[in-house]
């Protein structure tokens, strides 16, 4: 089945540096573009990242953009997020998720990863 | 950025009522909404996408309307299962992609 597993998430100190992956499974992962999604706890979601099936077209929040690199590596069927100069408001859960109708028109995301918790704290 | 308003915050209702969520957009973005579910540590889940139509899988009695700015959810049976936190989501051709602040569904 279509599965999307997310890792590399823990507790990281303000400033340091940590990689996310997400490991996908039961589809072929390079027809797809993907994105990473947030939600601090207790709160709502927050999109942070895409990228295109091939790799190009990278996109980012504000909130992020010149800190957080997405990527992905095709030939492993795995997504990444590198994330540097993390600051406490970084603290959440994110989500790794495929876009399903990019190609259309019709972006939306199905489905999502279980989830990898980042806590940014001294 | 474009913004996603819904109300309401927080609702509460009984097994078998019709449930209505209302999502406003900051500007129009024609039908470009989904709809998801998030039940409690679980990930967010389609349930709508392109402002009315059904993703596969998902029950009948979750329906949503509307373009321009103005949408809408409904449940039209409550389930057991149903009662979590809903989200919409702007799907226009400009990132970022963003969402609502959540209705949380009680059991009343």
């Known amino acids: 089945q279509v599965q999307l597993v997310e890792s590399g998430g823990g507790v990281v100190q303000p400033g340091n540096s940590l990689r996310l992956s997400c490991a996908a499974s039961?589809?072929?992962?390079?027809?797809?573009?993907m994105h990473w999604v947030r939600q601090a706890p207790d709160k709502g979601l927050e999109w942070v990242a895409d990228?295109?099936?091939?790799?190009?077209?990278?996109n980012y929040a504000d909130s992020v953009k010149g800190r957080f690199t997405i990527s992905r590596d095709n030939s492993r069927n795995t997504l990444y997020l590198e994330m540097n100069s993390l600051r406490a408001e970084d603290t959440a859960v994110y989500y790794c998720?495929?876009?399903?109708?990019?190609?259309?028109?019709?972006?939306?995301?199905?489905?999502w990863g279980q989830g990898t918790l980042v806590t940014v704290s001294s | 950025d474009i913004q996603m308003t819904q109300s309401p915050s927080s609702l509460s209702a009984s097994v078998g009522d019709k449930v209505t969520i209302t999502c406003r957009a900051s500007?129009?973005?024609?039908?470009?909404v989904n709809w998801y579910q998030q039940k409690p540590g679980k990930a967010p889940k389609l349930l709508i996408y392109?402002?009315?139509s059904l993703q596969s899988g998902v029950p009948s009695r979750f329906s949503g309307s509307g373009s321009g700015t103005d949408f809408t959810l409904t449940i039209s049976s409550l389930q057991p299962e149903d009662f979590a936190t809903y989200y919409c989501?702007?799907?226009?051709?400009?990132?970022?992609?963003?969402f609502g602040q959540g209705t949380k569904l009680e059991i009343k």
């Open positions: 500007q129009s973005i024609n039908s470009n």
């Open positions: 990228l295109r099936y091939d790799g190009s077209n990278k």
């Open positions: 998720a495929r876009d399903v109708g990019s190609s259309s028109g019709r972006v939306r995301f199905d489905p």
């Open positions: 989501q702007q799907s226009y051709n400009t990132r970022p992609y963003t």
């Open positions: 039961g589809f072929r992962f390079s027809d797809y573009a």
């Open positions: 392109a402002a009315s």
